[in-house]
C-alpha cells in the first residue's frame, strides 16, 4: 500500500514539473498570422439561409472594379444587380467577388473573406 501511494506521488511530481515547464507558458507576445485565410467571424451562412463560398478559386475575368449599374431591390428577398454587364443575385459569384446582400442603394460582396460595400449612384448612369 505505501508503495502505490509513493507512485502516485512520483507521477504527481512529474506532472507537476511537466506542466511547469511547459514551453506554451513560455513568456513573450503571441501574434496571430492569418496568412490569407477568411475571417472567422464573418459567418458562412447568410441570414437568408444561403452558402457562402469563401475558398479561393482561379478567376479568369480578373474584375478590379466593380461597376454596378442597376439595381432591382425586393424587400421579400429576391433582389438582383446588374454589374459589370452581369446580371447577379445573392449568392452568385462576380469576378473574384460573391454577392453577400443587395440593398435598395449599395450591394455587399464577399472577398477573401472580408466584405466589400459598393454604393449606387444614380446621377453617374
Given at each position: 500500500m505505501l508503495r502505490n501511494r509513493q507512485c502516485l506521488q512520483l507521477i504527481f511530481i512529474f506532472l507537476c514539473v511537466l506542466f511547469f515547464t511547459s514551453p506554451c507558458l513560455a513568456e513573450g507576445d503571441f501574434v496571430y498570422d492569418a496568412k490569407g485565410k477568411r475571417n472567422p467571424f464573418i459567418p458562412l451562412v447568410t441570414s437568408e439561409g444561403r452558402l457562402l463560398k469563401l475558398d479561393k478559386e482561379e478567376s479568369t475575368s480578373g474584375i478590379k472594379e466593380l461597376s454596378i449599374e442597376g439595381i432591382i431591390?425586393?424587400?421579400?428577398?429576391?433582389?438582383?444587380?446588374?454589374?459589370n454587364g452581369t446580371v447577379a443575385g445573392i449568392g452568385d459569384i462576380v469576378g473574384d467577388y460573391q454577392v453577400l446582400k443587395i440593398e435598395e442603394n449599395k450591394v455587399i460582396f464577399i472577398k477573401e473573406g472580408q466584405p466589400v460595400e459598393v454604393e449606387f449612384n444614380k446621377e453617374e448612369q
Open positions: 431591390y425586393d424587400k421579400q428577398g429576391r433582389s438582383f444587380v446588374l454589374i
